[in-house]
């Protein structure tokens, strides 16, 4: 079972389950008010993230999501608080109320290609029988950036888009110097091949690199924080690779050797897996 960390008086943090795909839940104390992030995949998993705050003498005021996918909203209907997301997000949240998650139902948009395999099998998993979810709609949503004021903390919440989910946004703690990244680094996974556009990931790098006083990053299925040398190494990996993309026209092998060379070194499975989803979405 896992267990708060806390990284700081006004912080801390649920780690990630890969086992059925469950991404960090963070919390932001302020003076006045607390801000939770992420709702979690289930009841259960929200549930452990609420009562373990309660140890800590912290409870929400306020849930903010970072985008649609299950894994970060099923456990809403446990968050008794007022909810805040992109409006792209609570769009698509009014979609997944219109779904059914039984294994008849979910067998059948794998099939069809809506659903994939990878989220449907973590979904049977960490719900087990029940089924039964309740996906209350979001009270305030936003459209580019907004800021919560927490007392003595603020947290700019923006959206950032990208390959993953349209509706991806950040969080950016400047006190703390926390930036929280939800998915949006990762590749979308809602496709045949696992993939990442050159567009898509210039103008996110793009619209992240300005955060360059955050010493800790968070990315919600990673099990700890990157550094602010880590983090940076990976956006530089990410933008040459979308660079390198368009230079070579999608050809892996040009891409990765050129990459070796820049960087002096072999690379490793990491990033020949990255250049890989690289090539699947120039195709
Ligand atoms: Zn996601």
């Known amino acids: 079972m896992q267990k708060l960390i806390r990284i700081s008086n006004r912080l801390v943090y649920l780690p990630p389950y890969q086992e059925t795909d469950r991404p960090i839940l963070l919390a932001v104390k302020g003076d006045e008010k607390t801000l939770l992030i992420d709702a979690g995949n289930s009841s259960t998993h929200a549930r452990l993230f609420l009562e373990q705050l309660e140890e800590y003498q912290m409870r929400g005021d306020w849930l903010v999501l970072t985008h649609w996918h299950w894994d970060h909203v099923f456990g809403m209907r446990e968050m008794h608080m007022p909810k805040i997301c992109h409006e792209e997000t609570y769009n698509k949240i009014k979609e997944l109320q219109t779904l059914s998650w039984e294994d008849r139902d979910l067998d059948k948009r794998v099939k069809e290609g809506t659903e994939i395999p990878f989220c449907a099998n973590a ?3 960490e719900l087990g029988n ?18 919560i004021h927490l007392g003595g903390v603020t947290c700019t919440i923006e959206h950032v888009g990208g390959d993953h989910a349209d509706d991806s946004s950040i969080i950016y703690i400047p006190e703390e110097k926390v930036l929280f990244l939800g998915d949006c680094l990762y590749a979308n996974l809602y496709a045949d091949e696992w993939n990442y556009t050159m567009e898509k990931t ?15 990053i968070f990315l919600s299925h990673h099990n700890a924080p990157l550094t602010k040398e880590e983090f940076q190494l990976h956006l530089q990996f990410l933008k040459n690779t979308a660079l390198l993309t368009g230079k070579y026209k999608g050809d892996g092998e040009a891409i990765a050797d050129d990459m070796s060379v820049q960087l002096q070194r072999c690379l490793n499975e990491e990033e020949l897996e990255t250049i890989g989803y690289f090539v699947n979405g120039y195709k």
Do not use: G, W
């Not at 309740?134 to 800021?147: A, C, E, G, K």
């Not at 210039?202 to 800790?216: G, T």
């Open 202 to 216: 210039l103008q996110l790098v793009d619209s992240i690199e300005k955060y360059d006083d955050a010493e800790f």
């Open 123 to 125: 979904m049977k998993k």
């Open 130 to 147: 029940q089924r039964d979810i309740v996906l209350p709609l979001p009270d305030l949503t936003f459209h580019h950036r907004m800021t």
